[in-house]
Every structure is written in C-alpha cells, then in structure tokens.
Nanobody, 123 residues
Framework: QVQLVESGGGLVQAGGSLRLSCTAS????????MAWYRQAPGSQRESVAS???????NYRGTVKGRFTISRDNAKNTVYLQTNSLKPEDTAVYYC?????????????????WGQGTQVTVSS
C-alpha cells in the first residue's frame, strides 16, 4: 500500500526556517507531480508549491522567494524549504503526489496525501 510520510514541522519564531520532507513508500514505478498544500484553522486547503517529474516548479505568490520545493527521485522524496517564515504561514502542511505503482501485476496511478505536519510561526 502506498503511503506518504511527512516530517519536519514544528514551532518557530517569525523569520525562522523549517525544512519539510515527504517520502513515498511501497513498490513505486514513478512519481509524477509532487506538491505541498496547507490548511489554516477555519480556512480552505490551498496550494503552496509543486514540482513536476522533470523539475519544473510553481509557487503560490505569497511564498515566492521564501519557500523552495525540491525532490530527490532516487529517494521518492519531496522537500519544502521554508525561510523567512511569517505568522500567516501557520497551518497544517500536506504533501500530495500522483504515484504510479504495481497492484496485482498491473500498473495504476492514483493521487495520494500525507497525514499533515503542523507548522506554527510565533510573532
């Protein structure tokens, strides 16, 4: 069974940094686009950044220049380096990936979400 396991969240002061990681487990053929989303209390989940299998990236306007998404295909891992954090960045951050895997001898592609990791930025 495919799983996305996240780590790296925590409590940090404004201006600080955190590095989030998300690793896919199980028998994976390939991982297509990987992305980070976030959801603050009382708000809808919103996209933060994404990266294609070829390395093309896209960022939410409010995090451009402060966050960097990257991936290590050999490790089936996507990272989100968050710098110059602001209190408004406080949210649960979720990893998302479109994964192709083997299931009973047949390849399948499904969309997966991680369990979420809390990022809290104090002022």
């Amino acid at each position: 069974q495919v799983q996305l396991v996240e780590s790296g969240g925590g409590l940090v002061q404004a201006g600080g940094s955190l590095r989030l990681s998300c690793t896919a487990s199980a028998s994976i053929i390939s991982i297509n686009t990987m992305a980070w989303y976030r959801q603050a209390p009382g708000s809808q989940r919103e996209s933060v950044a994404s990266i294609t299998s070829g390395g093309s990236t896209n960022y939410r306007g409010t995090v451009k220049g402060r966050f960097t998404i990257s991936r290590d295909n050999a490790k089936n891992t996507v990272y989100l380096q968050t710098n110059s954090l602001k209190p408004e960045d406080t949210a649960v951050y979720y990893c998302n990936a479109a994964i192709t895997y083997w299931s009973r001898g047949v390849s399948r592609t499904d969309d997966y979400w991680g369990q979420g990791t809390q990022v809290t930025v104090s002022s």
